[in-house]
């Protein structure tokens, strides 16, 4: 459960997040869908607690995340925006050495590692070094080292991005999965059909701030548009329609 | 705490095995360790066979039909052989065909025979210090020889040679062997504290800079430790490969007379198992400030390659020291031991010379070296808080 409140932040004179509330509940895919420099990143950054806000409030499960960084970090798996991975390393070893700075150790992490080898389908590149693995590969392996220890609340930054069909629908799979395990799912996409097609409720931003929020068809139904495409550029305000008096 | 530590320790292990995976951060760090060594034996042989070339010398001789005395003296000498002068002496020195050449002018024996000075002309290149020892050989030959006959007129004239010398020039050298070798062997400090650097660069600041990069630190910080693990972890794990590097290069050196004919050259050199100690004494709290050093400065660069451009230059300094050593005399003075780097310097020469520094400069050293240390990690922890270094605004 993640709750935002608020939460302002400035880089210089540009206001990149101006007061952004939203919710995101156990249980259910959360979308944070926007253009390309709406704030969603930075937002983001925030919730896992390597930026600072300038105001407002983050409760991770009623952690506060900006006063309890690391508490609210151990509650959080968190696939951020252009992860890189080290290439001298196997994928087996990404996954324990995240495991092992969370706290989890021997035996225990043993079976979590396999778990996640196994989970995502990953087995038989376990113990390659990642440097030459491909983009579907490298981004299963900081999805794992993510959920290693088994995190009640998922953050994923365009996890997507850049995949080619099979590896999206393996994460989309996992997704959820995560979702009917219980997890809470934060999803960032600037893909309209990717989140109607994965997400059970929306926050769409544009500019930083929050423009509309609800289901899919909640979205389609107040914007009255027949497809969310539609109802995504009129809400972004990307281009000035009808809506305009 | 115990958390804190555990995660530090994880983080160590983590950049220990991933640097022991470079290849090529492995291959110069054995350079490192070889290239001192290796530099010091082949300068050391140069010493050797200039020494043999002062002892065996083939001198021209240009206007030998002048003095034939002369000549005849310099042939019964040991170790000289006498040739053929060349056309034009000073060409021939100038352009390096001879080291020296003596060359006895024409009106030689008429001025000898009435007694008064006759020349002798020694062409030589002073700026040349290979050819250094065998013109002093010579010049202390023709020396030996003009005191000789000298002594001789003065006799046939009745005069003690005695009242020719009011001054008995007696010199006392008070440096022992040990000392001299430390001087000639002056440049192993410099080896070792350059091998404390170069240890710990690449864990400095492929952990650091190349983190960033690859964009591995910002999924790295989203883990529940305090910033503080970060920092001490990537420094801690460069300190211990440039302590690591120190040893092999130091063991490297204790080596050095079993390849190289130091007992023959006069020059008694050993790195004992107490002067081993007493260099890791010396060198490994040093290597923590170095790679805090090398990590701070890596953190703060703005990407791999200005990282790498700046330990260009930081790499000087733990030379300058040596350099400095080879052109002024560093007496140890106190305040020395204070300055990281410089300290070590003068505490390994004092080692090696047979000059034990007391037991306290060790202790400054170790001290100052350690407290700087603490003071670039608690930087590089506030750097590793800043959202501009993280994300590299």
């Known amino acids: 459960m993640i709750r935002v409140a608020d939460l302002q932040k400035r880089f210089g004179a540009v206001t990149a997040v101006d007061g952004v509330s939203f919710e995101a509940r156990d249980g259910a895919i959360t979308g944070l869908l926007g253009p390309n420099g709406a704030g969603k990143t930075t937002t983001l950054r925030m919730l896992y607690a390597v930026m600072k806000p300038d105001a407002g409030r983050i409760a991770v499960d009623d952690v506060d995340a900006v006063r309890a960084p690391q508490e609210a970090q151990a509650r959080l798996g968190v696939l951020p925006d252009g992860f890189g991975l080290y290439p001298r390393l196997t994928a087996r070893e990404h996954i324990q050495y995240f495991g092992e700075l969370q706290g989890i150790a021997g035996a225990a992490l043993h079976r979590r590692t396999a778990e996640l080898l196994r989970l995502l389908d990953m087995t038989a590149i376990a113990d390659r070094r990642t440097g030459g693995f491909s983009h579907g590969e490298r981004t299963k392996v900081a999805l794992a080292r993510a959920l290693v220890h088994d995190p009640r609340n998922v953050l994923l930054d365009e996890p997507t991005n850049g995949l080619d069909v099979m590896s999206t629908r393996a994460v989309r799979l996992i997704v959820r999965r995560l979702r009917d395990a219980g997890h809470c799912v934060l999803f960032s996409s600037h893909v309209m059909q990717e989140v109607s097609a994965l997400c059970d409720s929306i926050v769409v931003i544009a500019a930083g701030r929050v423009v509309a929020l609800g289901t899919p068809d909640e979205l389609r139904a107040r914007t009255g548009h027949g497809s969310l495409e539609d109802a995504f550029v009129a809400l972004t305000g990307l281009e000035r329609t009808t809506d305009e008096e | ?393």
């Open chain 2, 1 to 393: 705490m115990a958390r804190t530590v555990r995660q530090v320790i994880v983080v160590v292990r983590k950049e220990l095995r991933d640097s022991l995976r470079d290849g090529r951060a492995l291959f110069s760090i054995a350079f490192t360790v070889v290239i001192g060594p290796v530099l010091i034996g082949f300068m050391m042989n140069r010493v050797a066979d200039r020494q043999r070339e002062a002892e065996e010398v083939r001198l021209p001789v240009v206007g030998q039909e002048h003095a034939p005395a002369l000549v005849q003296w310099l042939r019964q000498q040991s170790g000289i052989e006498i040739a053929s002068g060349p056309v034009d002496a000073e060409q021939a020195v100038r352009e390096r065909t001879e080291d020296v050449v003596v060359v006895i002018v024409p009106e030689f024996a008429d001025r000898f025979r009435v007694s008064r000075p006759a020349t002798v002309k020694l062409v030589a290149d002073s700026s040349r210090a290979a050819a250094r020892p065998k013109v002093e050989r010579v010049r202390r030959l023709l020396q030996r020889y003009s005191a000789e006959i000298g002594s001789l007129r003065l006799i046939a004239r009745g005069v003690s040679p005695q009242a020719m010398t009011p001054l008995q020039l007696e010199e006392v050298e008070v440096s022992t062997a040990q000392q001299r070798a430390a001087q000639v062997l002056n440049f192993i400090p410099m080896f070792i504290i350059l091998a404390a650097f170069v240890g710990g660069l690449q864990i400095a600041t492929d952990s650091t800079a190349g983190e960033r990069e690859r964009g591995s630190l910002e999924p790295l910080l989203v883990n529940p430790a305090p910033r503080a693990v970060f920092a001490v972890g990537k420094c801690l794990a460069a300190a211990l490969m440039a302590m690591v590097t120190v040893a092999l290069s130091t063991a490297l050196c204790a080596n050095i007379p079993r390849f190289l004919p130091l007992e023959d050259m006069g020059i008694r050199f050993r790195i004992a198992p107490a002067q081993f100690g007493a260099i890791m004494a010396g060198v490994l709290p040093m290597c923590l400030f170095s790679a805090s050093l090398q990590a701070c400065i890596a953190t703060m660069a703005r990407s791999f390659k200005e990282a790498q451009s700046y330990m260009g230059v930081l790499i000087l300094l733990p030379m300058l020291p040596g350099m400095m050593s080879s052109v002024y005399t560093l007496s140890d003075a106190p305040w020395m031991y204070a300055v990281p780097m410089l300290g070590q310097h003068v505490l390994l020469a004092g080692v090696m010379g047979g000059r034990w520094p007391p037991a306290a400069a060790f202790v400054v050293a170790a001290l100052v070296s350690l407290f700087a240390a603490a003071l670039l990690i608690r930087l590089t922890t506030g750097l590793f808080r800043s959202e501009r270094i993280i994300f590299g605004r």
